[in-house]
């Protein structure tokens, strides 16, 4: 049974930084594309990075800069660091895994990130 379990979500100010986890039971993350999303307040969730197996990584939009993306194979986790937080990005933040050639299939249950003063 695949799970995967997320942590370290909180308040920031902005300008802050924060770094959230995934740990991950019943699959090797190192064999697959993991992938962090968020959804802000009635909004869709859209994906923010992602790291392959061979540990390339893409960061979209507005992450781009701010935020990276690694991974820690013998603690089969992989992180999300966010540094220069905004407001914009406040949202629930959510791991999820892919087998490579196929969408993302396993999700966390979802951290939530406020950034505000």
């Known amino acids: 049974q695949v799970q995967l379990v997320e942590s370290g979500g909180g308040l920031v100010q902005p300008g802050g930084s924060l770094r959230l986890s995934c740990t991950a039971s019943?699959?090797?993350?190192?064999?697959?594309?993991m992938g962090w999303y968020r959804q802000p307040p009635g909004k869709q969730r859209d994906l923010v990075a992602e790291?392959?197996?061979?540990?390339?990584?893409t960061v979209a939009g507005s992450a781009k800069g701010r935020f990276t993306i690694s991974r820690d194979s013998a603690k089969n986790t992989v992180y999300l660091q966010m540094n220069s937080l905004k407001t914009e990005d406040t949202a629930v933040y959510y791991c999820?895994?892919?087998?490579?050639?196929?969408?993302?299939?396993?999700w966390g249950q979802g951290t939530q990130v406020t950034v505000s003063s």
């Open positions: 999820a895994l892919a087998r490579p050639g196929y969408a993302y299939t396993y």
């Open positions: 790291i392959r197996s061979d540990t390339s990584t």
């Open positions: 019943g699959i090797l993350i190192s064999r697959n594309v």
